[in-house]
């Protein structure tokens, strides 16, 4: 056996096992392929979920308001300040935001299980009355 022929023997080697190799990676596609359009069609409501559960996503919503006070608490405050009120509904919380001076802030976070009612007033159409636990 000369030096020529083992090469062209070994060339032939590799040649068969790049074809072994071609055909066992075509019918790996084949399987993969075959798998996905099966999980595709045996689920097709599971992907759009989600996504229509993001896209309806509610934000946070942030309102200037005025802190109405009793009469009993008035000693305390002194007159009605402004206030930020955010409302995260998915998150479910209330948070109340007093700016103080000197650009402090002073907030309180309300979850909604601590929420007992809302009473919207009859007399005062922009008026809302939160009835807190305790």
């Avoid at 032939?12 to 399987?31: A, G, H, T």
């Avoid at 955010?86 to 209330?94: N, P, T």
């Avoid at 935001?97 to 005062?124: A, H, P």
Wanted: zero cysteines; proline letters at 4%.
């Amino acid at each position: 056996q000369t030096a020529g022929q083992s090469g062209e023997q070994e060339l032939e080697n590799l040649v068969l096992k790049l074809s072994v190799l071609k055909d066992f990676l075509s019918s790996i596609e084949k399987k993969a392929l075959k798998a996905l359009q099966e999980m595709s069609s045996a689920a097709p409501a599971a992907p759009p979920q989600p996504l229509s559960r993001k896209a309806k996503s509610i934000p946070v919503q942030t309102f200037e308001v005025k802190l109405d006070i009793t009469l009993g608490d008035l000693t305390k405050i002194g007159k009605s300040q402004k206030y930020t009120l955010s409302v995260d509904v998915e998150g479910g919380k209330l948070v109340v935001l007093k700016k103080q001076k000197d650009s402090q802030e002073d907030w309180n976070t309300f979850t909604y299980d601590k929420i007992r009612q809302l009473i919207k007033s009859q007399r005062v159409q922009n008026k809302l009355g939160i009835v807190f636990e305790k």
